[in-house]
């Protein structure tokens, strides 16, 4: 039996914590939850994972965890994309395209290359991950792209079908785009955390500007990093 963390774990399986959280509690995914650590049969699990399409890319040290990637932190990746508001779109993939037209400093030529990734990656499983939020990325980054990691929020004018596991439109996306896969799964970490905060939630509820998130999640991943340096 292997054990991981549960923040590990819903790394290595490009999920966020709180949709690895109902999935165990679910009964949908081999895996118990004891103290925050996930207990599974490793042959078990990735059977499960290649029978869903989903990756499965466990380390035994998360990112995080080792104290890396300073310059691809969740506030600095957030500052160097846009946030958008009020979009209108006649569907998911209309949205994501908006969103992708939005990437700072993306050849144009790439522009539908990142597209088609998105809807490959939706088409797997989808990333809106419950409570009217989705998290869209490539599911491997693209080559070359971006130098540096960065995210793309956006709030649609209305909440968008986005096929989310509770059924529940969309209100908010968070675009991730990272430099490589220890990146993403960092970033997709970080993010999730704060996502799981109901002060973050109310605050997206508002559809605030882009100050005020950063402020916001800044804030939140400075608390986690401090948390993290002080674990006995």
């Known amino acids: 039996m292997k054990r991981l963390r549960l923040q590990e774990t819903a790394a290595g399986l490009d999920l966020p914590v709180h949709t690895l959280e109902r999935w165990i509690r679910q009964g949908r995914i081999p895996v118990v939850l004891v103290d925050n650590f996930c207990v599974f049969r490793e042959e078990a699990l990735a059977r499960w994972a290649r029978q869903h399409h989903m990756p499965f890319r466990i380390r035994e040290k998360d990112a995080a965890s080792q104290g890396v990637f300073c310059s691809e932190g969740l506030g600095a990746a957030l500052q160097r994309g846009a946030v958008m508001h009020l979009l209108d779109c006649k569907d998911r993939e209309d949205l994501l395209w908006q969103m992708v037209r939005a990437v700072p400093f993306l050849p144009p030529a790439m522009e539908g290359l990142l597209l088609e ?30 130098e540096k990691s960065c995210i793309i929020t956006a709030f649609p004018h209305e909440p968008v079908a986005y096929g989310a596991m509770d059924g529940q439109p969309v209100f908010v996306l968070f675009l991730l785009l990272a430099r490589d896969v220890k990146a993403h799964l960092h970033l997709l970490s970080r993010l999730s955390h704060c996502l799981q905060d109901e002060r973050v939630y109310a605050l997206l509820m508002e559809k605030p500007e882009k100050s005020a998130l950063l402020e916001m999640l800044a804030a939140k991943e400075k608390a986690l990093g401090e948390k993290q340096v002080n674990r006995p």
């Not at 809807?119 to 990325?137: C, D, K, N, W, Y």
Request: charged share 25%; no cysteine; net charge positive.
């Open 117 to 146: 990734k998105l809807l490959e990656r939706e088409s797997m499983v989808s990333t809106g991950v419950g409570r009217g939020i989705a998290l869209p990325h490539p599911r491997v980054p693209l080559d070359n792209f971006p």
